[in-house]
Structure formats: structure tokens, C-alpha cells
């Protein structure tokens, strides 16, 4: 697609249920990176993938959230027994990294995630 | 790391006047910066760039500026707009390709 594209775009689940957010990324690009943002706060790194590599997981904030990606394909974000503190805007990018007009991410519009 | 737990900061302008944000980034070996906007219930956009070889860019009514002595950016807008209400972001890159994001600053436009 044109646009990196995310689903769903508002999820409310009840506490303690596990919840699978989707990202597709805009096709070709290699690198796609997950974020949080909580209400009124910056973006929180989460996991990068770059193409075949180990993902970086060193913004995973417990061993609840785990994320997969096949290939340079679509990658899901995984919460299990989610908490109320998992509550926010869970945002993925896609960049290319092909160095022509910069390394800048696309972002997707975010999943707004609501643990009840 | 990131730092989050604290509410953005602010600035307020009118219309028509200039804007300027600042941004504090961690790393010295950082060796590309972003600028990013993001409207109320957006994904961030990307607004401008500058690579570390450069201290100064200019785009369509923004300015970016780089000084590496003090790990300080700076977005300029000029004639500010109403449409330029928003929340902007710098972020910075190092070698691993990962961007990290500042805080974030609210930028509130009176007509």
C-alpha cells in the first residue's frame, strides 16, 4: 500500500485478556520499528526488525509484549495479560534505509489500545 | 533511554509570528536528526531532516539547526499558521539505524 497501515485503530480490551495488534508495512521497506505513546507523552521504543537480522528488543517493557515479523512483511505486537498501564497509542514505522531522502520513518496511525 | 512519565511542554504563539523549538539530544554520535510533527489522533509526520555534517537546513517556511558542540536542535517555523498546531518531536539516529525520540513539545497557534 501507499501508507503504512495499522489494525485496528482502537482496541479496548478487559484486563488480563491478550491482545495482537497488526502492522503492514509499506512494501520494500526493510526496517520496521514499534512505538508507545501514552496520552500526552513522546514515543517509547519498543522492538526494531531490519530484514532477516535479530530484532532489537531492548524497549520491550516486560516479558508480556513480544512482537514477530516474517520476512519484510506484516509484524504483530503482542500483549499478553494486559494491565491497565498498557493503555495507550501503540504507533509502528517502516523505513527503507536506502540513504535516498534520508532515513526518515513512515508512521503508521496507531492502534489505540484501552485495558478496562 | 526514553524519557517518559512527564507532561510535554508547551509553547504558545500567534498567528503570523515565528516559532522556534528546541531540542535537547543524548547521544554525541548520533549522526542524523529528524524533525516530526503529529496532529491530535496522527501517526507522527516527518517535517525536515539534517545530517551531522550540516549545521543549518531549510525547508518550505522550517529551518532545522544542528549544534553538535552542545547536542542542541532547533525547528524554526516561520509565519506561523493555525494548521501548525501540533505536537513536534525531534529524534535522533544512531549507527543501528534506531530513532529515539525527545519529549515533545506542544505548539499552540492564536489566531
Known amino acids: 500500500g501507499a501508507g503504512v497501515s495499522q489494525s485496528p485503530s482502537n482496541k479496548v480490551t478487559e484486563k488480563g485478556k491478550d491482545v495482537e495488534l497488526r502492522c503492514d508495512p509499506i512494501?520494500?521497506?526493510?526496517?520496521l520499528y514499534w512505538y508507545r505513546q501514552r496520552l500526552g507523552q513522546g514515543l517509547e521504543f519498543l522492538i526494531y526488525?531490519?530484514?532477516?537480522?535479530?530484532?532489537?528488543k531492548s524497549g520491550l517493557p516486560s516479558d508480556r509484549f513480544s512482537a514477530e515479523r516474517t520476512g519484510e512483511s506484516v509484524s504483530t505486537l503482542t500483549i499478553q495479560r494486559t494491565q491497565q498501564e498498557d493503555s495507550a497509542v501503540y504507533l509502528c514505522?517502516?523505513?527503507?534505509?536506502?540513504?535516498?531522502?534520508?532515513?526518515?520513518?513512515?508512521f503508521g496511525s496507531g492502534t489505540r489500545l484501552t485495558v478496562v | 533511554g526514553e524519557n517518559v512519565g512527564l507532561h510535554l511542554p508547551t509553547l504558545s504563539v500567534q498567528e503570523g509570528d515565528n516559532s522556534i523549538i528546541n531540542c535537547a539530544y543524548s547521544?554525541?554520535?548520533?549522526?542524523?536528526f529528524i524533525w516530526y510533527k503529529q496532529e491530535s489522533g496522527k501517526g507522527p509526520q516527518f517535517i525536515i531532516d539534517?545530517?551531522?555534517?550540516?549545521d543549518k537546513r531549510q525547508g518550505q517556511r522550517v529551518t532545522v539547526l544542528l549544534n553538535k558542540t552542545v547536542k542542541h536542535l532547533s525547528l524554526q517555523i516561520a509565519a506561523t499558521q493555525p494548521g501548525d498546531s501540533a505536537v513536534y518531536f525531534c529524534?535522533?539516529?544512531?549507527?543501528?539505524?534506531?530513532?529515539?525520540f525527545g519529549k515533545g513539545t506542544l505548539l499552540t497557534v492564536n489566531p
Open positions: 539534517i545530517r551531522s555534517n550540516m
Open positions: 529524534a535522533e539516529m544512531g549507527s543501528n539505524y534506531k530513532l529515539t
Open positions: 512494501s520494500g521497506h526493510t526496517a
Open positions: 514505522a517502516s523505513s527503507s534505509r536506502t540513504g535516498l531522502g534520508g532515513y526518515g520513518y513512515t
Open positions: 547521544n554525541s554520535a548520533s549522526d542524523y
Open positions: 526488525f531490519q530484514g532477516n537480522s535479530a530484532p532489537d
